[in-house]
T-cell receptor, first 112, second 114 residues
Framework: NAGVTQTPKFQVLKTGQSMTLQCAQDMNHEYMSWYRQDPGMGLRLIHYSVGAGITDQGEVPNGYNVSRSTTEDFPLRLLSAAPSQTSVYFC???????????FGPGTRLTVT | AQSVTQPDIHITVSEGASLELRCNYSYGATPYLFWYVQSPGQGLQLLLKYFSGDTLVQGIKGFEAEFKRSQSSFNLRKPSVHWSDAAEYFCAVGSTDSWGKLQFGAGTQVVVTP
């Protein structure tokens, strides 16, 4: 198993540009989530999904959209990037019945 | 409100000395707890977890943690640190009624000196 994969690893955007951060898992996990990591703030939950077709907001959802059309993929969309979205983004997944989350390697995003 | 506090932002420890990282939580429901480690430029690696049962849990890399319900704490310990333990450590808390959403502490940066 590849586990949780994220692409790209690094990205630089200009303010106002849009992009999609990709996340995929091959473990047939029902639950997937996106976190952002900022210095001194730990990881904060952006959006999560408990299964295909079901998504919900986390702690810091503004400026981000998600959808879940398949069990494997959970892309995160930035419609109009802002400098405040400069961060490291982590995707995670887990089986619903098991509490341990598996994290991807992260995407480092810089918005200028 | 639910919260996770790691009181120490930065800890410096000598190689071979013991290490203790503190984690306090405030949670309404029965919590389950994790410690993760993040090396520079890397993702998060699970060190250990507590769901129920024995309050002293063993993890990877020689780490252990003790859950103390009366103190709402889940402190991480290692008897003798190695230079490779230099990293950032995160405590995380979830509960069975929150769809597995984790709340993270702000992290503790550990520096190991020769």
């Amino acid at each position: 198993n590849a586990g949780v994969t994220q692409t790209p690893k690094f990205q630089v955007l200009k303010t106002g540009q849009s992009m999609t951060l990709q996340c995929a898992q091959d473990m047939n996990h029902e639950y997937m989530s996106w976190y952002r990591q900022d210095p001194g703030m730990g990881l904060r939950l952006i959006h999560y999904s408990v299964g295909a077709g079901i998504t919900d907001q986390g702690e810091v959802p503004n400026g981000y959209n998600v959808s879940r059309s398949t069990t494997e993929d959970f892309p995160l969309r930035l419609l109009s990037a802002a400098p405040s979205q400069t961060s490291v983004y982590f995707c995670a997944s887990r089986r619903t019945a098991i509490r341990e989350q598996y994290f991807g390697p992260g995407t480092r995003l810089t918005v200028t | 409100a639910q919260s996770v506090t790691q009181p120490d932002i930065h800890i410096t420890v000598s190689e071979g000395a013991s290490l203790e990282l503190r984690c306090n939580y405030s949670y309404g429901a029965t919590p389950y707890l994790f410690w993760y480690v993040q090396s520079p430029g890397q993702g998060l690696q699970l060190l250990l977890k507590y769901f129920s049962g024995d309050t002293l849990v063993q993890g990877i890399k020689g780490f252990e943690a003790e859950f103390k319900r009366s103190q709402s704490s889940f402190n991480l310990r290692k008897p003798s640190v190695h230079w490779s333990d230099a990293a950032e450590y995160f405590c995380a808390v979830g509960s069975t009624d929150s769809w597995g959403k984790l709340q993270f502490g702000a992290g503790t940066q550990v520096v190991v000196t020769p």
